[in-house]
């Protein structure tokens, strides 16, 4: 079975979360891409996007990567367990993550996600490693 | 100077956020708590109340503590990291966080967060811990 | 089948760690801690307990804790995920770990734990949480 | 200042630590590598390198990072967490550790680190993120 296309990916996610603004950007070998175009619901005190966004946006892109190492849409795939870290301010209109694939097992996916802004990926303003747990 | 109460947090964190469905339940000596009433935009499929809404209501959860264990409300003070584990699906009306001091030092903040449900406090979905920076 | 005791758990996994010295110190519903006295080869320059030394010890609090609540001293349990946070400099001849019990599950234990010196339990060193995987 | 060579800064940590099979095997351009010998004080039932032994080297790994990054020997750098996810059985007589550079800050450095053994870098057993705290 070939790797869902980014279109396969969104065209399966969206309806179970008509609110989301996550959606999938890219998929490749060992890496997935998540993209938010910001609102102003995300934003704290002086126009930063906040860190729960952030967070989100990263679990996202790790759900994709499942997907993609995988080579199915899982909806049920969950996140068991994840942690972030807050680089600098997040400022901009878009917001992306990229997960790298770490270990894809029978049981689960580790990925390690960049997330970065306008500002472009060399001035990521959050990195974040975690777990997805694969159902039985 | 005293703890701020539950409704000066509030008063001063809503118009910040004037869209967030979290706010300051109860704040104590070395403990705070979040309660988030659940909309129906956090639902993943299956009913289930998504891992980033529980992170987001973990993260206000060590934002008040914060506030609680520094005696003011300081809007600025920001997540420097956090991670949290998933531990059951949380369903129901209300999700809520108790954060727990670990550590109060000049330049951060450091605590345990249980989220949980309508299920009761013995049933956690989550369990987190982090750290807040203060400015400087 | 009833909890193991300290000395049935330090029976049994001291022949498995010849040169380990960690050890069971208490366990009971829901908790365990684990202790270290201080050789001089965990110091760091200043006479400061290693960082990785007050992880070793936090790992071997969870896993007496794993044996405590599945109530078998289960050696192939193993560490998945673990995460710790410093909180001050570690001084002292003994190092204690004490993990509490966040979630058993048919396939894994999540516990919270805290990690002090001689200098007391409300003066942690550090604090951490993690996840034990148990065999299928 | 440049960048300190392998060579100066095991000379500098040696001393500190001089029980210690950590040693830095290469530093570059936002990267250090750390490897360790194993002794077989490390070993597990099974004879699995522990998680606290990888977790150690992943640890070093990012110390000599910062060293890299910040272009001096800093020993008094220090963790202020870490978190790691264990991906496979680690087995072995060398163990390495990789340290990539996420952000260098005025009061700290956070990076990303895989571990490996003999079997390869393309076959990680840990994967750790984390953040080392700068001295004022």
Same mark, same amino acid.
């Given at each position: 079975?070939?790797?869902?296309?980014?279109?396969?990916? %969104?065209?399966?996610? @969206?309806?179970? *979360?008509?609110?989301?603004? %996550?959606?999938?950007?890219?998929?490749?070998?060992?890496?997935?891409?998540? #993209?938010?175009?910001?609102?102003?619901?995300?934003? @704290?005190?002086?126009?930063?996007?906040?860190?729960?966004?952030? *967070?989100?946006v990263?679990? /996202? /892109?790790? $759900?994709?990567?499942? *997907?993609?190492? +995988?080579?199915?849409?899982? !909806?049920?795939?969950?996140?068991?367990?994840l942690? +972030?870290?807050?680089?600098?301010?997040? +400022?901009?209109?878009? !917001? $992306?993550? #990229?997960?790298?694939?770490? &270990?894809?097992?029978? @049981? %689960?996916?580790?990925?390690?996600? #960049?997330? $970065?802004?306008?500002?472009?990926?060399? &001035?990521?303003?959050?990195?974040?490693?975690?777990?997805?747990?694969?159902? /039985?």
């Open positions: 079975m070939p790797r869902p296309s980014v279109e396969e990916i %969104n065209a399966l996610v @969206r309806p179970q *979360f008509p609110g989301s603004p %996550n959606e999938c950007a890219e998929v490749g070998e060992g890496y997935a891409v998540a #993209r938010r175009v910001i609102t102003g619901e995300e934003l @704290r005190p002086g126009g930063y996007i906040s860190g729960p966004t952030q *967070f989100a990263a679990d /996202a /892109a790790l $759900w994709y990567l499942v *997907f993609a190492v +995988i080579e199915r849409v899982e !909806l049920m795939a969950l996140t068991s367990e942690s +972030i870290r807050y680089l600098r301010p997040a +400022i901009g209109e878009t !917001l $992306w993550a #990229r997960a790298t694939l770490d &270990k894809v097992g029978r @049981r %689960n996916v580790v990925g390690t996600v #960049r997330v $970065w802004t306008d500002d472009g990926v060399d &001035k990521p303003t959050a990195t974040a490693q975690g777990t997805y747990a694969l159902p /039985a």
